[in-house]
């Protein structure tokens, strides 16, 4: 009797190379740059957690795997830290935005199209 497993693992959660080789190509990577700004101390709070997310951002920007870090944030999902040049905040806001498009589908409706995700 072939029975299916009661419990999979997404592939994207598997830990092998293939997955990950990725995030070697990440300017986050590279020499020189402090990785502490892509995940913010738990005390900082306005202008000095704006300033940190910033520089995180600034060096996102020019990443070449910013898509595939962002994709990957996503899917997850990445609760903490900057990933493919978004905040948590920000990628929640889009993970947000995509399940009511997602349950509207589903249910014929509307979907809400004044989500924050528009304010990136």
């Known amino acids: 009797m072939n029975q299916e497993p009661i419990f999979r693992v997404s592939d994207a959660l598997i830990p092998s190379a293939r ?3 990725w995030q070697d190509n990440g300017l986050c990577k ?3 740059v402090d990785v502490t700004v892509f995940f ?13 997310e910033s520089a995180a951002k600034k060096v ?3 990443c070449p795997v910013k898509t ?3 994709e990957h944030a996503l899917a997850v999902p990445e ?6 040049g978004l905040t948590e905040h920000e990628r929640m806001s889009i993970v947000k935005f995509k399940q009511s498009i997602e349950t509207a ?4 409706e509307q979907a809400d199209d004044t989500s924050s995700v528009y304010s990136l």
């Open 68 to 70: 595939q870090c962002l």
């Open 79 to 84: 609760y903490y830290g900057v990933w493919g």
């Open 105 to 108: 589908e589903i249910t014929g």
């Open 30 to 32: 590279s020499d020189g």
């Open 19 to 21: 997955y990950w080789t």
């Open 40 to 52: 913010n101390d738990e005390m900082l709070r306005g202008h000095q957690k704006e300033a940190r």
């Open 60 to 62: 996102c920007t020019a």
